[in-house]
């Protein structure tokens, strides 16, 4: 018989995250496009980047057939929060060329699902694409990264909106996804922790 989940952050009800997750504003928007396969993840990073923000919104799916109308909103500058030879890195402050806020479209999933989901959208391959600097250090500590620098979903937007919204920190999004880290490890028992995953 399955645990009573929370209908918000679908945590079963006795490891519910809500009252850890922030209501925090920003003046940029964020589209997290997640792939189906992350959707019913024990670390749904992009859900917990979704309720923690209010201006952001969730999508799942492989190909998002109403994804133009949303990049053509007048009020946002649209990119691509993914690596590429063409990506501008990062630095801090909203770039000054266009005095609109990005809309910072995020695709969620495997690098592999990531980029299928780049391959079915074309409007998403044709973005200006916007990368994190080199040298990120992910807090994921029970996962290996593919690459190094590699960060979740969640933390990639956190790292995202700080450098382009300093001096205001995100920050306090990462503390439902400290906990969920923290609950993996107390279940999987120290002695394994240190044997699997410690440095």
């Not at 917990?48 to 999508?59: D, F, I, K, V």
């Not at 998002?64 to 990049?71: I, K, P, S, T, Y």
């Not at 809309?103 to 990531?114: C, E, I, M, N, S």
């Amino acid at each position: 018989m399955s645990r009573p989940q929370c209908s918000r952050c679908v945590r079963p009800l006795s490891h519910c995250l809500c009252a850890l997750i922030p209501s925090l504003p920003s003046r940029c928007r964020v589209l997290l496009l997640q792939h189906p396969s992350e959707s019913g993840h024990a670390l749904n990073t992009a859900r917990l980047a979704a309720l923690g923000l209010q201006n952001a919104e969730l999508l799942v799916g492989e190909r998002f057939e109403d994804l133009q109308a949303r990049l053509d909103d007048p009020g946002y500058r649209p990119c691509l929060l993914f690596p590429g030879n063409d990506a501008e890195v990062l630095g801090a402050g909203i770039p000054r060329e266009d005095s609109r806020p990005p809309l910072l479209v995020v695709p969620d999933g495997t690098w592999r699902k990531a980029r299928k989901l780049l391959h079915l959208n074309p409007a998403l391959a044709a973005l200006p694409r916007l990368a994190l600097p080199d040298g990120m250090t992910s807090r994921y500590r029970v996962r290996k990264a593919p690459v190094a620098g590699a960060l979740s979903t969640l933390e990639a937007v956190v790292a995202a909106l700080n450098l382009l919204e300093s001096p205001a920190s995100f920050d306090a999004l990462l503390r439902p996804f400290e906990r969920l880290i923290d609950g993996q490890i107390e279940a999987m028992g120290e002695q394994t922790y240190r044997r699997n995953h410690a440095p």
